[in-house]
């Protein structure tokens, strides 16, 4: 059974950081890129980042540039999300999601990690 | 940035109603248009993809028009699980974006 299962909830304090995993199993982890978007509650969903797990690029939504890195294990078929400078905006419910070439859409979802931010 | 702007932000519909919601992209992303399904404390779901092709396991009450800018998604014989908020999504050109939601509720 195909699953991205991501790790748990998050409380941090204004300026630290925070790394989410989300780990791919029952499908070739290299096959499908990896994205991560995030919605704050009754907001948008918001488009963060990327990476195909084959070569390791990235790419990055402008607003998060410098403050997101997107990294793999492929021994352990693990993506995370470290976002760093968090401020009460960053509270949000965090996913990861993977597409295929063939269909350009977000076909596979984590459970979501939602992520607070407070002093 | 290309922008997403769904129309109408919430509708109220009954069991067995059938619902439109439209989704305008700020230029043409030709075909790259998907909609997505999202329940509270739930991942969203991918519903169609490419405008019209209905993702596997999603029923044949939903689906999918349009090209260039202007999109739809049409859910016939609404069933009680539809009950849900919709998001329309490009992949044509990153950054990715959404649409805000059309959320649908029960009149």
């Known amino acids: 059974q195909e699953q991205l299962v991501q790790s748990g909830a998050e409380v941090k304090k204004p300026g630290a950081s925070v790394k989410v995993s989300c780990k791919a199993s029952?499908?070739?982890?290299?096959?499908?890129?990896l994205h991560w978007v995030r919605q704050a509650t009754g907001q948008e969903i918001e488009w963060m980042g990327w990476m195909n797990p084959n070569s390791g690029d990235t790419g990055y939504a402008r607003k998060f540039q410098g403050r997101v890195t997107i990294t793999r294990d492929t021994s352990i078929s693990t993506f995370y999300m470290e976002l760093s400078s968090l401020t009460s905006g960053d509270t949000a419910v965090y996913y990861c999601?993977?597409?295929?070439?063939?269909?350009?859409?977000?076909?596979?979802w984590g459970q979501g990690t939602k992520v607070i931010v407070s002093s | 940035d290309i922008q997403m702007t769904q129309s109408p932000s919430s509708l109220s519909a009954s069991v067995g109603d059938r619902v439109t919601m439209t989704c305008r992209a700020s230029q043409s992303i030709s075909s790259f248009l998907n909609w997505y399904q999202h329940k509270p404390g739930k991942a969203p779901r991918l519903l169609i993809f490419?405008?019209?092709s209905l993702q596997s396991g999603v029923p044949s009450r939903f689906s999918g028009l349009g090209s260039g800018t202007d999109f739809t998604l049409t859910i016939t014989n609404l069933q009680p699980e539809d009950f849900a908020t919709y998001y329309c999504q490009q992949s044509y050109s990153i950054p990715i974006t959404f649409g805000q939601g059309t959320r649908l509720d029960i009149k």
């Open positions: 999601a993977r597409t295929s070439d063939y269909l350009n859409a977000f076909d596979l």
């Open positions: 029952g499908y070739t982890f290299t096959s499908y890129d």
């Open positions: 490419h405008v019209s």
